[in-house]
């Protein structure tokens, strides 16, 4: 998970860190990891607000600084992780906080801790998965279950969606890859300059093309072809 720690009080803070490295720790596998951007204000967390699975807020010492105003506008720039609310000096319990607000007590316990990453895990688990286009001026989510294709064109990376939409994506096609990670195995090189969803894939034609699910066809390189028949269950050639 990755979680945006925003807490003015520095000594407060780096604690909550150790926490939470301790935590990471403790999985088996790196896909279980938190990986924790920290900061002692929230104005930068504010230009990439649904990068974060988990939202660990306490601004109680800076003067002029309203929490229920940070987390209002990070949901009106479109975060939809939960929040967690740690009461110290103000108890926030007290306040408007939207539905998905969790509350904890400083100083931090440990078990206090796991249950408010537990109930992150499940929500994100539980949510539509979602992948980052980062455009020149602004950053879009889509589903990743709507993503047919994607091709490299002029070293970036071009988004093609079931909707039609093609999106463009900065960065090569292998960093677009990295981002989808492990955990989408039914995307697969077509050829070195096309990335296909096979679930979009409907046929493999005799010519050695793929048939995507909008009509179109992209060519298909040996591996590929054999590749992509295993994973159809077909015996097209």
Not at 68 to 76: A, N, S, W
Request: charged share 30%.
């Amino acid at each position: 998970m990755h979680i945006a720690l925003c807490d003015d009080n520095f000594g407060d803070r780096h604690q909550t860190e150790r926490l939470l490295r301790r935590e990471s720790d403790k999985q088996e596998d790196s896909a279980g990891m938190y990986i924790v951007d920290s900061y002692g204000s929230p104005e930068t967390i504010m230009s990439h607000p649904r990068a974060y699975d988990l939202f660990i807020i306490d601004l109680c010492k800076t003067d002029g600084v309203d929490a229920c105003e940070v987390v209002k506008k990070l949901v009106e720039s479109g975060a939809d992780a939960p929040f967690v609310m740690c009461c110290s000096d103000v108890d926030y319990r007290q306040m408007d906080f939207p539905e998905n607000t969790m509350f904890i007590d400083k100083p931090i316990k440990v078990a206090d801790l796991q249950e408010v990453l537990s109930k992150a895990k499940s929500i994100k688990d539980s949510a539509p998965d979602t992948i980052e286009l980062r455009e020149l001026l602004d950053t879009i989510y889509v589903n990743v279950s709507e993503v047919v294709y994607a091709r490299e064109k002029s070293g970036d990376t071009m988004v093609t969606l079931m909707d039609g939409r093609t999106l463009k994506s900065i960065g090569q096609l292998w960093l677009f890859r990295r981002t989808l990670g492990t955990k989408h195995p039914q995307f697969i090189y077509a050829n070195p300059n096309v990335l296909i969803n096979s679930d979009h894939v409907t046929e493999v034609t005799k010519l050695g093309f793929a048939r995507m699910c909008n009509g179109k066809h992209i060519m298909l390189s040996r591996s590929a072809k054999g590749s992509l028949k295993g994973i159809l269950g077909k015996e097209n050639s």
